[in-house]
T-cell receptor, first 113, second 114 residues
Framework: AQSVAQPEDQVNVAEGNPLTVKCTYS??????LFWYVQYPNRGLQFLLK??????LVKGSYGFEAEFNKSQTSFHLKKPSALVSDSALYFC???????????FGTGTRLQVFP | DTAVSQTPKYLVTQMGNDKSIKCEQN?????MYWYKQDSKKFLKIMFS???????INETVPNRFSPKSPDKAHLNLHINSLELGDSAVYFC?????????????FGPGTRLLVL
């Protein structure tokens, strides 16, 4: 079955420290991978995507993610966290033969001042 | 200049009623989607339309009927609402031109069935 796992319900980090939000996936074929962020009572905002090419992709607000095919992972990272980064983060995969996004269960990022 | 818009933003209604949610995108995209986010924040696709044609129809009760009058609009009609329909419904759009593109989401419609 095709799936996405976000093993951490919540990640806590101090402002200024680096952050990582983990994501692993299980799909057949070459996947397209995405990260979205959801602020309270808001819609999902696109952060970044991996389609092909360089394994390190850069996105909005200083976020980046590294695609690791052997570990089937697509972890989200940021070198220096901001309090305003506090939100719910979703990893999603789009199997090559469909348009639908399969989402992980989300990880709540809490950045403390 | 909102890219993907939904109306209404909030919807509170009684069990058994029929309601509709509207979605419009001004991005020139040819594919639109409906997703449901439950109380645990889990997101799951319901439907997708490409050029007004139904492409994806997940295991959704037939009380839910999407309608796409044109490429820029995808509405969701729900008959005989049940308590379990309470959720946030997100519309999204993308384009298949030039390959697989990003889906852009609307702000969501928060439905509460009493």
């Amino acid at each position: 079955a095709q799936s996405v796992a976000q093993p951490e319900d919540q990640v806590n980090v101090a402002e200024g420290n680096p952050l990582t939000v983990k994501c692993t996936y299980s799909v057949s074929g070459n996947p397209y991978l995405f990260w979205y962020v959801q602020y309270p009572n808001r819609g999902l905002q696109f952060l970044l995507k991996y389609i092909t090419g360089d394994n390190l992709v850069k996105g909005s607000y200083g976020f980046e993610a590294e695609f690791n095919k052997s570990q089937t992972s697509f972890h989200l990272k940021k070198p220096s966290a901001l309090v305003s980064d506090s939100a719910l983060y979703f990893c999603a995969v789009r199997p090559f033969n469909t348009d639908k996004l399969i989402f992980g269960t989300g990880t709540r990022l809490q950045v403390f001042p | 200049d909102t890219a993907v818009s939904q109306t209404p933003k909030y919807l509170v209604t009684q069990m058994g009623n029929d309601k509709s949610i509207k979605c419009e995108q001004n991005l020139g995209h040819d594919t639109m989607y409906w997703y449901k986010q439950d109380s645990k924040k889990f997101l799951k696709i319901m439907f997708s339309y490409n050029n007004k044609e139904l492409i994806i129809n997940e295991t959704v009760p037939n009380r839910f009927s999407p309608k796409s009058p044109d490429k820029a609009h995808l509405n969701l009609h729900i008959n005989s609402l049940e308590l379990g329909d309470s959720a946030v419904y997100f519309c999204a759009s993308s384009t298949t031109r030039g390959g697989r593109e990003t889906q852009y989401f609307g702000p969501g419609t928060r439905l509460l069935v009493l």
